[in-house]
Structures are given as C-alpha cells and as structure tokens.
C-alpha cells in the first residue's frame, strides 16, 4: 500500500536534494516492511511461519523488535502477531466481513507476539507456528517518519512540516517563530462538518491520531450503526471497543507516537494514560464515544477547542 | 525676511502631532487585522482532500516545496512562495501541471490529471481555527 505523503520543507535548494533523500528512505522502508509487496522482509517472514527463521534488514529488525518492546510493556495491547485477523476480516480489502465467532478463535489462537523469535547476531526473525503472520501497520510509518526526520535534520533543515498518510510531523516550528498548529481530526467529522474538534500547538514533534473513523466496514455501519473498524483488540479478535472513538499521541519520537496512538486506542483511556504516564516522553488525548475529551497533564489549559460538539474535561 | 516662513515652535508641536497620527493609524490598521488574513490551499488526490494549509497574506512568506506521493510511484512537487503557488516538478507523461500558470487568487487551481492531482486556492481563512495541518 502505498502512504501518502506530503512534505513541506521551508529554505533553499539544498532543502529540496533532502526531501527527496528523505522520501526514497521512506519507500525502502514501505517496501522492507510492507504486507503486501512480495519481496518484503514482512511477507517472507509471514511465508516461513512455522518453518524457518528469516534473514531480515537491519531496520525490519529494528521495528519489530521495539513492537514486541510495546508488546509487552502493554500486556499485548500491541500485537504484531495480529495479522490472521486482519485478514479474516479484511476492513481494508475489497471484501470486509464480520467473520463468526468460531473464525475469530480460531484465528486468534496464532495471535500471540511473544511467539516471534528474534535473533540478534544473524538478524533472523521466526514465528513458532504455521498460520502466523506479522503486520507492522502500526508502527513502521513512524520509524519512516523519525527516519525522514533525521535524514531531513542532518542536511540543516530547521523547519519543516510532513504528513505520512495522516500523522503529521514536525521539525523546528513555523518559520514565523510560532509554534505549529495542528488541528486534530474530529472522528465525527461527517457529522458535525468540523475539520477538527482541538488544536494544539507544537514543536519538534509528532502528532499520530487512530480512530474508528479512519476504515470501517460502511455497509454494516449504513444498515445498523454498528462501526466494525480496523483497530483489532488481540484480546478478543473484533475490533476494539473501550469506550473510545479516537486517541492522540504527541511526542517527540514518531515510532513511539504511532505505537501508543494506538495502544491508547486499544487499552480505552485509563489504563492507556496511567501507561503513557509511566512511560513518559507523550502526551495524550483521548476522545470517548460519549464526545468526551481527556488530555494527559502536560497537554491540560493548552489544547484549544475548535468546535462545540466535544467536552473538554478537566 | 517674512516673518510667517518661520517654523514657530507650536507649529512643530502641530506637524509633530499629525505625524504621530499618521504613524498611529498605520499601525492600527497593521493590528486591526486587515492584513492578517490566511488564503487556505487545498491539495487534492482522486477527490479526497490530503492535505490543506494556509498562506499569510502580509508580506513576505518563506518559500516552502511540497512534494506530493500520489501512489504508483507518481510525485508532484508544490511550490508556494510570496508570488503564488505552482507546479515545479512532476513525473506524469504530459507535464500540463508544471507548464501551467502560477495561481494565487481564491478560486484558481492547478491539475494533473493522469495523477488525478489538484492543488486549489480556496479562500480565506476561519480566524482563530486556523492550523497548519490536521491529524487524522
């Protein structure tokens, strides 16, 4: 699948040779970890599940091993092994489909990231068992995006602003001196014609945002109001439903925004925020199916509210 | 000698005051906001919006590129200086966006259409609810 990007780099011509320096970083790294593209590192690893362990790139290498570091610092909130499902129900194919019960268990019985194997020296990964499948969606467009920042960084640009299909990053702030500003996504923006519900202000970081809203099954949705979306809880195998319709994640690291955005989304917004928390180095902002809005503490008295049909709460 | 040619001290006080008004007024209209506007760009990729940003109006802005995927290995890369904004580079066989006009003016846009890429001039901005992007 291809990501659509766009980058807005401020300053002369040389600005311009690191743009395109950062972007081809990013297709190699789309085309190592990609679920589709048959030659990637994900593909052929998912192909020898249950046979052999798999030489990969050092960056394959680098990103799954920090998913397992999210997998187990979330109690498997974050599963990389969650790909069976994400077949089984295909929200993004051409076909979705609630699958039955009796499917979705078992599928889930391959579901479990602590059944990756990973071998530092030879660079090797192996899944213990013949079914299952790695997908790294939730976590690689970040390390494309710290990747295209240090690439961006080291040729001297101070000031720029990308979007990786939806997460937006910065570097420096807007060449006026402010701070950028960065509406976030309003999940019921088909409803209430908002572009955003909150604007923050940011600099040197990355705002990542998962939702219910961004691919869902419309079919289902349209005949029973029912949102079947493309989030998986691996505890369950349907997609997951802890009272959130969206999740923010701003931090300076794009990997560890795009992870937790959507641990937050997983875990729902207490046990998500006692995690970031701990973990420290983000902030957070969590939207409940009730329009409710719950920011960690750094981000309270500075979200700005852009529209009326959310609640700010303290 | 004329005794009216002479500058008496009053008249000073006086020419002084209405450059003090003149000076005042510039700077209330540079503060009330008649310049402050935004024009809001709009990029587009098979009819979905991918990404929108805003423009200052006043003065000079800083030259900014922006260089656009549009899938299948296709760019098109934007570029928005103080002078309007146009189609630098683009690698679709017919290359009409990159030969076409720069646009700057609410309403205009330019499009590639082997890339179903449309980069649009919108309007105006919506006052404090301005961003720079959005997170989706």
């Given at each position: 699948m291809d990501t659509i990007m766009s980058f807005r780099v401020y300053g002369d011509r040389s600005a311009k040779k690191a743009m395109n320096k950062a972007i081809d970083r990013i297709k190699e790294i789309e085309k190592h970890m990609s679920s589709t593209y048959e030659d990637s590192d994900v593909v052929k690893i998912n192909k020898?599940?249950?046979?052999?362990?798999?030489?990969?790139?050092d960056d394959t290498f680098y990103v799954i091993k920090k998913a397992l570091e999210y997998g187990q610092l979330s109690d498997g909130a974050l599963d990389i092994t969650i790909?069976?499902?994400?077949?089984?129900?295909?929200?993004?194919?051409?076909?979705?489909?609630?699958?039955?019960k009796e499917e979705i268990d078992e599928?889930?019985?391959?579901?479990?990231?602590?059944?990756?194997v990973l071998d530092e020296e030879n660079k090797t990964v192996f899944l213990?068992?013949?079914?299952?499948?790695?997908?790294?969606?939730?976590?690689?467009?970040?390390?494309?995006?710290?990747e295209a920042v240090r690439i961006l960084r080291e040729a001297g640009v101070e000031s720029a602003l990308l979007n990786l299909?939806?997460?937006v990053i910065t570097i420096g702030s807007n060449p006026d001196g402010r701070s950028w500003r960065i509406g976030i996504q309003d999940p019921r923006r088909d409803e209430t014609g908002e572009p955003h519900f909150a604007i923050v202000g940011v600099a040197d970081a990355t705002v990542v945002s998962s939702g219910d809203y961004e691919r869902y099954i419309e079919e289902v949705y349209e005949k029973t109001g029912e949102r079947y979306h493309h989030i998986f809880d691996p505890k369950t195998g349907y997609p997951a439903d802890k009272g959130l319709m969206a999740s923010t994640i701003i931090s300076s690291s794009s990997i560890d925004a795009d992870a937790l955005s959507t641990i937050l989304f997983i875990m729902g917004y207490e046990e998500g925020f006692n995690l970031i928390e701990e973990i420290g180095n983000a902030e957070a902002i969590a939207v409940t199916v009730d329009k409710e809005v719950y920011t960690t503490e750094g981000l309270k008295n500075s979200l700005i509210q852009s529209n009326d049909h959310y609640k700010i709460m303290d | 000698m004329d005794k009216s040619m002479k500058l008496k001290i009053?008249?000073?006080?006086?020419?002084?005051?209405?450059?003090?008004?003149?000076?005042?007024?510039?700077?209330?209209?540079?503060?009330?906001?008649?310049?402050?506007?935004?024009t809001v760009v709009q990029i587009q990729l098979d009819g979905q919006v991918i990404d929108s940003f805003?423009?200052?109006?006043?003065?000079?802005?800083?030259?900014?590129?922006?260089r656009v995927d549009t899938g299948q290995g296709g760019y098109n890369i934007v570029r928005v200086t103080s002078q309007g904004i146009a189609v630098i580079d683009a690698n679709c066989p017919?290359?009409?966006?990159?030969?076409?006009?720069?646009?700057?003016?609410?309403?205009?846009?330019?499009?590639?259409?082997?890339?179903?890429?449309?980069?649009?001039i919108i309007g105006e901005n919506q006052g404090d609810n301005a961003v720079d992007d959005t997170a989706s």
């Open positions: 020898a599940a249950g046979t052999e362990p798999v030489k990969v790139h790909r069976p499902i994400v077949e089984l129900w295909g929200i993004t194919s051409d076909n979705p489909r609630v699958p039955s599928k889930l019985a391959l579901v479990d990231y602590r059944k990756v213990e068992e013949k079914g299952m499948g790695i997908d790294l969606g939730a976590i690689a467009k970040g390390y494309a995006a710290d299909g939806g997460n | 009053g008249d000073i006080f006086v020419y002084l005051f209405i450059l003090v008004l003149i000076g005042l007024s510039l700077l209330g209209l540079k503060t009330m906001g008649v310049d402050r506007s935004n805003e423009v200052s109006q006043d003065g000079e802005i800083e030259t900014r590129e922006i017919d290359k009409l966006c990159v030969r076409s006009p720069i646009i700057k003016v609410p309403g205009q846009s330019i499009v590639c259409i082997p890339h179903k890429f449309v980069v649009r």
